[in-house]
């Protein structure tokens, strides 16, 4: 069985990787691959992911009682910038943070995402599987191993738009980190496009859909 602790360190490490390639330091004002985005920027919403998990991680337990925990589906059935417009507040909101965090510049958010992996070890042997973190800008919790993975699919997918932005060749993640991402994306997929798009997508070329994204 995958423990989604050491798995998450992984993929800290692997965040801390492609922040560290000069590709992203030279392309750093440059559009990204993603619409409205800035390479900084994206680099910066990519580098968020560690700290924000160590910040509510290590948080005090909140409203008695916390609202939720909530199955896993349901929290991006809820969450608003699923299925929200590229120019809706929800999704600006999140550019416009990415790019004040960017204006800190490449150093500072290496150095922030640094501090926070060594915190990740210890902080992640104290809390139990069945804790609730508390996701305060959503106002509901998910349980320890159902948030590490809603913070290793921001780094999958958002380390491959870094990539994709830059040129960079990354290294493969390892199945630990890859596999519950892939999980969710399909239980996603399956949930916004139906179990029969996503079968044919995956074997018949000839009737797939034009897509099957799960956002």
């Given at each position: 069985?995958?423990?989604?602790?050491?798995?998450?360190?992984?993929?800290?490490?692997?965040?801390?990787?492609?922040?560290?390639?000069a590709?992203?330091a030279?392309?750093?004002d440059?559009?990204?691959?993603l619409a409205e985005?800035s390479?900084g920027?994206?680099?910066?919403?990519?580098?968020?992911?560690?700290?924000t998990?160590?910040?509510?991680?290590?948080?005090?337990?909140g409203?008695?009682?916390?609202?939720?925990?909530?199955?896993?589906?349901?929290h991006y059935?809820?969450a608003?910038w699923?299925?929200?417009s590229?120019?809706d507040?929800v999704?600006s909101?999140?550019?416009?943070t990415?790019?004040?965090?960017?204006?800190?510049?490449?150093p500072?958010?290496?150095?922030?995402?640094?501090?926070?992996?060594?915190?990740?070890?210890?902080?992640?042997?104290?809390?139990p599987a069945d804790?609730?973190v508390?996701?305060p800008?959503?106002?509901?919790?998910l349980?320890?191993?159902?948030?590490?993975t809603?913070?290793?699919?921001e780094v999958?997918?958002?380390?491959?738009d870094l990539?994709?932005?830059t040129?960079?060749?990354?290294?493969?993640l390892p199945?630990d980190?890859?596999?519950?991402?892939l999980?969710?994306l399909?239980?996603?997929?399956?949930?916004r496009?139906g179990?029969?798009?996503?079968?044919?997508?995956l074997?018949?070329?000839?009737?797939?859909?034009?897509?099957?994204?799960?956002f």
């Open positions: 069985m995958v423990d989604l602790r050491d798995a998450f360190e992984t993929a800290a490490d692997h965040v801390l990787w492609l922040l560290g390639q590709e992203v030279a392309a750093w440059r559009p990204s691959a985005w390479v920027g994206l680099a910066a919403h990519l580098a968020n992911q560690v700290p998990a160590v910040r509510l991680l290590s948080a005090p337990p409203p008695d009682p916390i609202p939720g925990p909530i199955p896993l589906e349901e059935a809820r608003a699923v299925t929200a590229l120019d507040e999704n909101g999140i550019r416009a990415g790019d004040e965090q960017a204006a800190a510049g490449l500072a958010l290496l150095a922030g995402v640094g501090e926070a992996r060594a915190a990740l070890p210890g902080l992640l042997a104290d809390v804790r609730p508390l996701i800008w959503q106002g509901w919790s349980v320890r191993d159902d948030f590490l809603t913070r290793m699919m999958v997918v958002h380390g491959e990539a994709a932005s040129g960079i060749s990354a290294p493969p199945t980190v890859l596999d519950p991402v999980r969710l399909t239980r996603l997929a399956v949930r496009h179990q029969a798009a996503v079968v044919a997508a074997t018949r070329s000839e009737r797939a859909p034009r897509t099957i994204s799960a």
